[in-house]
């Protein structure tokens, strides 16, 4: 985790950025998470560790890693509305949102994968990113709904 964090602080510096006790802190935050969060969910885990970070100060640091390449941003929603991040030093993740709970259900990549491949393979392209978002329910509103008759 700290040659992440020393990277990320590197570029920072390199780019003209200052490395800040907050952009140090979130970069911690990040590094210590497998899968993608929310700004919400990363201001939360912030916040406990210093109380004076704002929502706010998230957001735009989020963006400026985006911008810089160190964190990956995903859309988890078909609409773009909700928005997870992560360190941009890991594989590739794609979830599934319930519509009824809201839980994430981690997606196998290997399928994507393939998919991009005959991508390629097909039409000649160079792929570089994709955005799939897969709305639907989780293990338990599945079963939820079933037993109400709903599905």
């Known amino acids: 985790m700290p040659h992440i964090i020393d990277e990320a ?23 210590a998470q497998a899968s993608y969060l929310d700004a919400e969910e990363i201001y939360a ?9 704002s929502l706010a100060t998230v957001y735009r640091t989020l963006n400026l890693y985006t911008e810089l390449g160190l964190v990956d941003r995903r859309y988890v929603e078909p609409e773009h509305r909700r928005e997870v991040f992560r360190l941009a030093d890991g594989p590739e993740q794609h979830y599934l949102t319930c519509l009824r709970c809201g839980t994430r259900v981690l997606i196998a990549t290997d399928l994507l994968n393939d998919m991009a ?7 000649g392209v160079s792929v570089t990113s994709a955005c799939a978002c897969f709305t639907g329910y989780c293990p338990d509103c599945t079963a939820a709904l079933q037993r109400e008759g709903k599905l």
């Open 9 to 31: 602080e590197a570029t920072l510096h390199e780019r003209g950025f200052k490395v800040t006790p907050q952009r140090t802190l979130l970069l911690q935050v990040l590094a």
């Open 45 to 53: 885990l912030a916040h406990a560790q210093d109380a004076s970070i």
């Open 117 to 123: 491949r005959e991508l390629v393979r097909r039409k």
